[in-house]
């Protein structure tokens, strides 16, 4: 081979990972490396059928009803974090049997570089299985599933939190909490507040597997209602629910989200102040739907 006839592949192969480069871009955001000050994790994709990337200019964000400038914007193309947070409890409605098949659908979906750690819970916090990207791996822990106790809910996210997601941090910013049961909490020591106000500090997204509120909406003293348990989780963090009569398209669902449609926005709060719960509004232009975490729990606890 010529110097010329090298010269010119080498043009070649540069104009063609150019092309790969501009086109896998254009399906997300122009990126920008803007990330310091207060980082959201946010979850955007556009049902108007355009081919536009997503930019800066195309959303809003609201602090107490301030608004607030946004300083970066860009696609996180990062590997996911997700643990499932299986209720073990006795009077669950859901058979062993069920709850391995949800379990597993998750195993099937992942992508490349995905892990998954799954946590089983009645009156204490179970790992069935750590950090894995293996489903033979994962299928065969799962015979340690079990139906035993009550539902501590609230003790089994803040175990979650803080000994399973923030040692990953700050390297990992997607990280993620499946809870698979009815939301039903009996007698843990962490209050829901608590446990809700950590996970939207840490930008930590809840969705969940519901299940039917096994006491039938019935009065819960000092904390929510079973059924408003999962909503507030979910809306307070940017998740959202499914019904775990359907986990194969959850599964697809939650996976495809976190690796497609997940961005990092960030914005330097003005007028607001760091004492306190700051309500979050984001939105978007006509086209696009956003959904992030609700509030800016205080900096200083």
């Keep these: 081979m010529n110097l010329t006839t090298a010269k010119i592949m080498t043009a070649v192969s540069f104009l063609?990972?150019?092309g790969v480069?501009?086109?896998?871009?254009?399906?997300?955001?122009?990126?920008t490396t803007d990330l310091e000050g207060t980082?959201?994790?946010?979850?955007?994709?556009?049902?108007?059928?355009k081919a536009d990337p997503l930019k800066i200019e195309n959303f809003y964000l609201y602090e107490n009803g301030i608004e607030q400038k946004i300083k970066g914007f860009s696609y996180d193309p990062s590997p996911a974090k997700i643990v499932l947070?299986?209720?073990?409890?006795?009077?669950?409605?859901?058979d062993v049997e069920k709850l391995k098949k949800a379990t597993m659908e998750f195993a099937y979906e992942i992508f490349d570089g995905d892990q998954l750690f799954v946590v089983a819970y009645d009156e204490k916090a179970e790992i069935i299985q750590e950090w894995t990207d293996d489903a033979k791996?994962?299928?065969?822990?799962?015979?340690?599933?079990?139906?035993?106790g009550n539902p501590y809910l609230?003790?089994?996210?803040?175990?979650?939190?803080?000994?399973?997601i923030m040692p990953l941090m700050p390297g990992?910013?997607?990280?993620?909490?499946?809870?698979?049961?009815?939301?039903?909490?009996?007698?843990?020591?962490?209050?829901?507040?608590?446990?809700?106000?950590?996970?939207?500090?840490?930008n930590v997204t809840v969705y969940s597997l519901q299940l039917p509120d096994r006491t039938r909406g019935a009065y819960r003293r000092d904390q929510p209602k079973a059924t408003a348990v999962v909503n507030l989780l979910t809306e307070g963090t940017g998740g959202t629910i499914f019904p775990l009569d359907d986990a194969q398209a959850a599964a697809k669902a939650i996976c495809d989200e976190l690796r497609r449609n997940r961005y990092l926005l960030s914005y330097a709060p003005v007028n607001t102040s760091a004492y306190d719960q700051r309500r979050?509004?984001?939105?978007?232009?006509?086209?696009?739907?956003?959904?992030?975490?609700?509030?800016?729990?205080?900096?200083?606890?």
Excluded: M
Aim: hydrophobic letters at 40%; glycine letters at 4%.
């Design 16 to 18: 063609i990972l150019a």
């Design 21 to 31: 480069c501009a086109y896998g871009q254009s399906r997300h955001s122009v990126k």
């Design 39 to 49: 980082v959201l994790s946010v979850t955007a994709w556009r049902t108007d059928k």
């Design 85 to 94: 947070l299986v209720d073990n409890s006795q009077t669950l409605p859901a």
């Design 137 to 148: 791996k994962l299928e065969k822990s799962l015979s340690t599933f079990r139906k035993k």
């Design 154 to 164: 609230f003790d089994a996210l803040d175990i979650t939190l803080k000994e399973i």
């Design 172 to 202: 990992t910013r997607k990280t993620a909490v499946v809870v698979i049961g009815d939301g039903l909490d009996r007698g843990s020591t962490a209050t829901f507040d608590k446990v809700l106000a950590d996970l939207q500090f840490q």
């Design 280 to 301: 979050v509004f984001v939105t978007a232009d006509e086209g696009i739907t956003i959904r992030t975490k609700n509030a800016q729990p205080p900096n200083i606890k």
